[in-house]
Every structure is written in C-alpha cells, then in structure tokens.
C-alpha cells in the first residue's frame, strides 16, 4: 500500500519510565533476576520484553511472604507500609519511583500532617494514586468523576490534588465545579508537565494526518487520555495495543498516517505498528 507514515517525535516513554526500565534492565543484566511490585509500565508487550530477560512480576500479597530479596519499585511510586513492609522482611528497595511522584507524596503528607481535608482527582484503584492516599492513612477522598463528588460530605476547604497523568481541562473544571458548590479550594496543579503538554502536542500532530494509528496498553490511564485528545482532534484515530490489531480497511492509497503512543508506549512497539502498516 502507497501510504506515508511518520512516528510522533514527542510520543513514548516519559522520563520516569525511561529510569525505572533502564534500573530492572541493568540489575538483569548483572544478575538474571528481579521481582517487580506491580506492571512495570503498563505496556503488557513491554512487561513481557522484560519478563523474557528474569523480570518477575509480584502483588502485594507475594511481596508479604518475600525475606531477603531485592524488588523494584516502579515509576508509580508506593505507599508508605510497603515501605515498613521491606524493613520488616529485609527486603532491599530498589526504588524507581517517578521524581514527580514523590515530590507529589511529600505534599500530600505535608497537607495531611496539617490535618488539611484532601480530595485526590484520580482513578479508583490506580497505583500512583494508592501511593498518594497511603500518606494520608486512607483519609483522602478519591474522586474519578465529578458524579462522585455528590457520594461525600465535603467540607467548607479542601485542598485539591491530582494524579499525575490526568487531563488539565478536567482538573481545572473539577476546582470549578467545586468552587461553585461553595468549597474554598486550595488548588494544587500536580500534572506532570511532560505528559500534560504532550496533550497541546498531539492536538497538533493528529490534525496533520489523513488516520491516526494511536498505540498504547490497555491498562494505560495515560493513553486512554492521549488516545482522546487524539480522536476530538481527528475522528480517523484508532487505538491499536500491538502490531497484531492493525487492520488494513483502515487505510487508503497515498493517505497520510500519524503514530503516535503513551508515556507508557516504547519507541520500537511504535516502530513496529508503522512497519505493520507499511507491509500491508
């Protein structure tokens, strides 16, 4: 098929995720072994890249019968009675955690310390987010859609949190939402700078194209929201998690296609979908 195909030059791994890979990937290196607390990134085609090299993935459950042994812990970052967990069983830490998540914990704690109410905007359940309420021993509030705002009784102040990786446009009208319900928000704008301006970037790299081909894992959060800002800003997206799902109906003789990924997408699963569609 006669198609031009260019790979998103910004797309692919974010920094934090570049660290924690290149510590599992050195210490496998050395010595063929390494548990991980949890997906390393949420990439299920780079998790088994890792895993054919002695990467072993492990849950909290696993982590409570380990002594001795060493575990990384991945860019998500962890609360803190994993940590009272690894002195107890001599565990060693080797800790990935995400610059911007810790600095993101500390103030979570710092606030919590202050006996400041906390509201979290983040996904139920998600990692980063655990980590972020495990410093307020469980008291944050948890909010993944302004609908659940109406389940809590707030307080008059909250201070205002966010996951990393959501999406500037729905913090900032959560704050606004919340404001004018009558709640003083103390509003802390936590998004990683490298993911949320990458949604400005990608605005402008998918209108450029005739079809959008947007990779990323299925356990993504941060690719849900990338692939969005993809289709409100070229209804030609699709959404592929491995070479194996392009489809060639997609695409017509000489058509402009973008790829382009998550911060959990690496360069050569990207590589490889554009040869994929190249090959059709």
């Keep these: 098929m006669n198609v031009k195909v260019e790979i998103d030059a910004n797309s692919g791994f974010c920094f934090g995720v570049v660290f924690a890979i290149q510590m599992a ?9 390494l548990y ?44 803190p009675e994993t940590y009272k967990l690894a002195l107890d069983n001599h565990i060693e830490l080797v800790d990935a955690s995400c610059p911007v998540v810790l600095k993101l914990q500390l103030r979570v704690r710092e606030a919590y310390n202050s006996d400041e109410k906390i509201i979290i905007y983040g996904k139920h359940g998600h990692a980063e987010v655990k980590g972020l309420v495990g410093q307020t021993r469980g008291e944050a509030i948890v909010v993944e859609s302004f609908e659940e705002l109406d389940q809590h009784e707030l307080p008059l102040k909250v201070k205002l949190f966010s996951q990393t990786t959501k999406r500037t446009k729905n913090l900032y009208a959560l704050k606004d939402k919340l404001e004018k319900e009558g709640i003083e928000v103390d509003f802390n704008d936590t998004l990683c700078r490298q993911v949320s301006n990458r949604d400005i970037q990608l605005r402008e790299f998918a209108r450029r194209f005739d079809k959008i081909v947007f990779v990323a894992g299925l356990k993504s959060s941060n690719g849900k929201v990338l692939f969005d800002v993809c289709k409100e800003n070229n209804p030609n997206t699709f959404f592929v998690s491995s070479k194996n799902e392009i489809i060639k109906e997609w695409f017509n003789e000489n058509e402009t296609i973008g790829i382009c990924g998550a911060t959990s997408t690496p360069q050569w699963q990207m590589e490889e979908v554009r040869n994929a569609i190249l090959s059709l």
């Design 25 to 33: 990937e050195d210490i496998l290196t050395e010595e063929g072994h």
């Design 36 to 79: 991980c607390l949890g997906d390393i990134v949420h990439n299920d085609e780079e998790v088994a890249r890792l895993r054919a090299k002695g990467l072993e993935i492990i849950d909290h459950d696993k982590l409570k019968t380990l002594h001795n042994v060493r575990v990384l812990i991945r860019a998500h970052g962890e609360p």
